[in-house]
């Protein structure tokens, strides 16, 4: 258990709904990245919170937002979803700085139908 | 840019040999972390093995190593005694600090497959 809580682990939703993703840090962690898992683009980086700052985007449509609230639990929304949102969205979080780990969660697998 | 390559999609390697899976990165930054992550079927990334840049020895963790040659940009991890519950995706991140942010650059990943 890496201590990184996602949920749901599944979700199955409808071209053009929103859906909100939740991902709970390591006891401690002050940052969250988001990632998303899709077969054709790998593991793309979407997203970097630190103590409820972000710090960085990736290849994060502007269809996608994400938040980092004061109790360090982070939300990533998605929205007007189409068929290719469909992958494995995962949470990580670290203490911060260059040389420390990031534990992942066990991910979210999203399918738009 | 940042880029972390790993050229073999595929490894077999038969139970209770050694395996090393390749990766060789690409960055300017003078420091900079390498990590080895394994993804089984069930979908779950699992931190396996941490090396810092400037660290003058190669990390071990159990059977896990890294192989850690800085002139060169690999960062190979070497596991020992495969188990069958070793077969998975490996995949090999770096997180360079420029930019000013810390996210992980992945490779593109090795499925390993035990043979029994």
């Known amino acids: 258990d890496s201590g990184v809580t996602q949920t749901p682990k599944h979700l199955i939703t409808a071209t053009g709904q929103r859906v909100t993703l939740r991902c709970s840090p390591r006891?401690?962690?002050?940052?969250v990245y988001w990632y998303q898992q899709s077969l054709d683009q790998g593991l793309q980086f979407l997203i970097h919170?630190?103590?409820?700052?972000?710090?960085a985007k990736g290849n994060i449509l502007e269809r996608f937002s994400a938040q980092q609230f004061p109790d360090l639990h982070s939300e990533l929304n998605l929205s007007s979803l189409e068929l290719g949102d469909s992958a494995l969205y995962f949470c990580?979080?670290?203490?911060?700085?260059?040389?420390?780990?990031?534990?992942f969660g066990q991910g979210t697998r999203l399918t738009v139908v | 840019a940042q880029k972390i390559t790993q050229t073999q999609p595929g490894m077999f390697v038969q139970e209770k040999e050694a395996v090393t899976l390749d990766c060789t990165y690409d960055?300017?930054?003078?420091?900079?972390?390498l990590f080895w992550y394994k993804q089984p079927s069930s979908g779950e990334m699992i931190f396996l093995i941490y090396?810092?840049?400037?660290?003058?020895q190669n990390a071990t963790e159990g059977r896990y190593s890294l192989n850690f040659q800085k002139a060169r940009k690999s960062a190979n991890l070497v596991i020992s005694a495969s188990q069958l519950g070793d077969s998975a995706m490996y995949f090999c991140?770096?997180?360079?600090?420029?930019?000013?942010?810390?996210?992980?650059?992945f490779g593109k990943g090795t499925k390993l497959t035990v043979n029994p």
């Open positions: 960055t300017s930054d003078p420091s900079y972390g």
């Open positions: 919170y630190y103590n409820g700052e972000e710090r």
């Open positions: 991140a770096m997180r360079p600090t420029q930019g000013g942010s810390e996210k992980l650059v």
């Open positions: 090396q810092g840049s400037y660290d003058q």
């Open positions: 006891s401690g962690d002050l940052s």
């Open positions: 990580a979080s670290s203490g911060g700085g260059t040389h420390t780990e990031a534990f």
